[in-house]
């Protein structure tokens, strides 16, 4: 599974004063790359389903920012089959720790 990548411009007014003073042909702003992963699950670190790949993927980035489910739905299963958000959190760190 290939991770989703998007890339947004960030604004900065410091950027747009300097382009009013400066008057450039053209302004670049900085941008941020956000990469979709797929969960880990326990296990990840050694291996388990397709863990290593997963944990490769973070291995490049800069920064982390978990998104956990906090909600029921009976259409959506949830890994570990009861949605605990506590629990998801502590895998996932314990995993990020033993992987690093």
């Known amino acids: ?11 900065d007014l410091r950027l747009d004063a300097l382009a ?10 900085t941008t941020m790359e956000f990469v979709d992963i797929a969960g880990l699950v326990a296990g990840a670190s050694r291996g388990e389903g ?3 790949k997963f944990l490769a993927n973070i291995r ?3 920064a982390i920012g978990h998104v956990v489910r906090c ?11 009861k ?5 998801d959190i502590a ?9 690093d």
């Not at 599974?1 to 604004?11: C, F, L, R």
């Not at 895998?91 to 992987?99: G, R």
């Open 1 to 11: 599974i290939e991770p989703n990548t998007g890339v947004v411009p960030v604004p």
């Open 20 to 29: 009013k003073i400066v008057n450039p042909q053209k302004v670049l702003p």
């Open 50 to 52: 397709l863990g290593n």
């Open 60 to 62: 490049e980035t800069d």
């Open 71 to 81: 909600f029921e739905n009976d259409n959506i299963v949830h890994v570990s089959g």
């Open 83 to 87: 949605v605990d958000p506590a629990d």
């Open 91 to 99: 895998v996932i760190n314990t995993e990020l720790a033993l992987a």
